[in-house]
């Protein structure tokens, strides 16, 4: 098993050894990169580091990888323009490759890059994102479902 995120089609896939399942995605707005602060998606292998949010309802909102109590509606979203969201699961990512986005200052773990819902109302597959890959709320919930922990997950731009 693994996954492809395929960010010059703004997709994502799911290959297992019974097939293979694509979803539209939004990675980062500023681009591909492995710098720290830079807010760019970063490129290379990657696999999942921690599976978070099991069981909670749909649109459940997470600061610092905690569920807040809320749940996100269109309303909240007016009420709070500009926050950035994340919803219903997160597949949290580390690098594989020492130096590209592994340790020191491109550490992708250390940067916090999440495969994570988003906002439906919002969602387009367009680089929109601060760094992470956004999926809509039902797609991540089928692609969590399937994804254990050590999973690989492969960043390129075709």
Same mark, same amino acid.
């Given at each position: 098993?693994?996954? #492809?995120?395929?960010?010059?089609?703004?997709?994502i896939?799911?290959i297992?050894?019974?097939?293979?399942?694509?979803?539209?995605?939004?990675?980062?707005? !500023?681009? *591909?990169?492995?710098?720290?602060?830079?807010?760019?998606?970063?490129? &290379?292998?990657?696999?999942?580091?921690a !599976?978070?949010?099991?069981?909670?309802?749909?649109?459940?909102?997470?600061?610092?990888? !905690?569920?807040? &109590?809320?749940?996100?509606?269109?309303?909240l979203?007016?009420?709070? *323009?500009? !926050?950035?969201?994340?919803?219903?699961?997160?597949?949290w990512?580390?690098?594989?490759?020492?130096?590209? #986005?592994? *340790? &020191?200052?491109?550490?992708?773990?250390?940067r916090?890059?999440?495969?994570? &819902?988003?906002?439906?109302?919002?969602?387009?597959?367009?680089?929109?994102?601060?760094?992470?890959?956004?999926?809509? #709320?039902?797609?991540?919930?089928?692609?969590?479902?399937q994804?254990?922990?050590?999973t690989?997950?492969?960043?390129?731009?075709?």
């Amino acid at each position: 098993m693994r996954v #492809n995120i395929h960010t010059n089609s703004q997709s994502i896939e799911l290959i297992t050894k019974n097939g293979s399942q694509k979803w539209p995605i939004s990675t980062a707005a !500023r681009g *591909l990169g492995e710098g720290k602060g830079s807010y760019c998606t970063p490129r &290379g292998a990657h696999i999942v580091r921690a !599976r978070i949010g099991a069981g909670c309802p749909i649109n459940t909102v997470f600061v610092g990888r !905690r569920p807040t &109590g809320e749940i996100y509606t269109p309303e909240l979203g007016r009420a709070e *323009l500009g !926050r950035d969201w994340i919803l219903t699961r997160i597949l949290w990512l580390s690098g594989r490759e020492v130096g590209f #986005n592994r *340790l &020191g200052d491109c550490d992708t773990m250390q940067r916090y890059i999440y495969i994570h &819902g988003t906002p439906d109302e919002s969602f387009e597959p367009i680089p929109r994102s601060h760094g992470c890959i956004r999926m809509r #709320n039902a797609d991540l919930i089928a692609l969590f479902d399937q994804v254990p922990a050590g999973t690989p997950v492969f960043i390129t731009e075709e």
